[in-house]
């Protein structure tokens, strides 16, 4: 993403052998890795859910 953005690249092609077989745009750079930050977020909250059901904290005051 920060390649097609300094090259003001909207759009790349995909090649596979040798041939086009689709082409990548920015819209879908930014919803995948949207959708990878989701995920990766979801993941820690769950983390910190179990973590306070648990009983558990880091330091004090963590999770209040």
């Known amino acids: 993403m920060s390649l097609m953005i300094r090259q003001r690249v909207r759009e790349l092609p995909v090649i596979a052998d040798?041939?086009?077989?689709?082409?990548?745009?920015m819209n879908d750079v930014a919803k995948?890795?949207?959708?990878?930050?989701?995920?990766?977020?979801?993941?820690?909250?769950?983390d910190i859910h179990r973590a306070r059901e648990a009983g558990l904290a880091l330091s004090e005051g963590v999770f209040e």
């Open 18 to 25: 040798g041939e086009l077989v689709g082409v990548i745009s």
């Open 32 to 46: 995948y890795r949207l959708e990878d930050l989701e995920t990766e977020s979801n993941v820690l909250w769950d």
